[in-house]
């Protein structure tokens, strides 16, 4: 991990030039960056000076440097000599899987349902990992869709570890304040503060209900029924109503099997007690295993039209000139870095 320099960084986004900013958050900004070497890189410098911050920066800091996975964020290095450490990643050119999902009906061109299974896997794969893969786990505790980011290839990376936390070896979950956002948080750690990693479980299931339905987690728009979508799914599960409330473009491009599996998996994920919920890791399985159904030779031609037209998706892209603001307050920003959503009790 490199240190870097308050002048190297000053020099990377010009003095931390308004220009530069590509996502904002309530405590952090996030700078694109270009280094002396030419490296293009995400730079998060906090907004405010207190010792939460900085604890919140340096926990993202220790965490991130223990963590080597394909699908989470890279961290490349800090800035040490400011009050509050400054965070160097790797630079994620594809903003979040939230904007890709909500920022147009029936979700971006390449979002195809072969694609949200792709994605779903990715993002399932690198939480099995931080549960079950490394010599202390770490429970994430803001999964949600504005914190899964894609690269220029669109491959799923998991950012904003802040409010993470290690589980010691000897537990299987942690006393916390609650923390978490509305639509997303666990019911049974918001009831009991027991911290487990069955709450990144459920708050995951909220995420592939997302990208199922291409409904938002909560939905200030829609009636009192449908407003908390995981109530709404489970709801339409237990109903036989899944098809109902799929996005269309997926009951034309996917396997009724799989849409069902899916659905399902989903339904056992937001199970109110944690014990009934999957693991990440069986959760990772699945997916993958889903992957593999039989798709239909005119759906295997429409994804690779689909596919065919992914670069000029790509080379079209230029979604950070700006940071995104929603008529609804949500603020949509790079990689999820900051937190960007409502929170539940305690806000950080």
């Keep these: 991990m490199t240190l870097f320099s308050t002048e190297q960084l000053r020099k990377a986004t010009n003095n931390y030039s308004q220009e530069k900013v590509i ?14 070497d030419k490296r293009v890189v995400a730079i998060k410098k906090s907004k405010l000076v207190d010792a939460t911050q900085a604890e919140q920066f340096i926990n993202e800091l220790m965490i991130l440097t223990q963590v080597i996975h394909r699908n ?27 904007h890709h999902i909500h920022h147009k009906v029936g979700g971006m061109n390449w979002l195809s349902w072969e694609n949200r299974l792709r994605v779903a896997t990715e993002a ?6 931080l549960h079950s893969e490394i010599s ?19 491959t799923a990376k998991i950012s904003d570890f802040g409010a993470s936390r290690l589980v010691p070896l000897d537990h299987d979950q942690v006393t916390t304040l609650i923390q978490g956002t509305l639509g997303y948080l ?7 503060s027991q911290l487990t990693e069955k709450s990144d479980v459920y708050s995951f299931g909220v995420v592939l209900a997302e990208l199922i339905t291409g409904k938002k987690a909560i939905g200030v728009d829609r009636t009192n029924e449908e407003k908390n979508l995981a109530t709404y799914f489970v709801n339409s ?17 996917g396997n009724l099997e799989q849409l069902e599996a899916v659905g399902n998996l989903v339904k056992r994920c937001l199970s109110f007690v944690g014990d009934d919920r999957p693991t990440m890791k069986e959760v990772a399985v699945e997916l993958e295993g889903l992957k593999k159904f039989t798709i239909h030779p005119w759906v295997q031609q429409q994804t690779s039209n689909e596919n065919r037209n992914l670069v000029q998706v790509v080379e079209q892209s230029d979604l950070y000139d700006s940071p995104l603001i929603y008529a609804s307050n949500e603020w949509e920003s790079y990689s999820g870095i900051t937190n960007l959503a409502l929170e539940e009790n305690n806000p950080r």
Excluded: Q, W
Aim: charged letters at 20%; proline letters at 4%; aromatic letters at 12%.
């Design 23 to 36: 996502g904002k958050g309530a405590y952090g900004i996030v700078y694109k960056g270009v280094l002396s």
């Design 72 to 98: 989470v964020v890279r961290i490349l290095g800090c800035c040490l000599e400011e009050e509050v450490p400054v965070l160097v990643y790797e630079y994620i050119s594809n903003n979040t899987l939230f």
């Design 124 to 129: 399932a794969s690198a939480l099995g990992y």
């Design 136 to 154: 202390m786990p770490i429970i994430h505790r803001y999964v949600k869709s504005t914190n899964i980011l894609l690269d220029e290839n669109y």
């Design 186 to 192: 666990d019911p049974e750690y918001f009831n009991s």
């Design 237 to 253: 599960i237990k109903g036989n109503r899944l098809f109902e409330i799929v996005e269309p473009r997926l009951l034309r491009e």
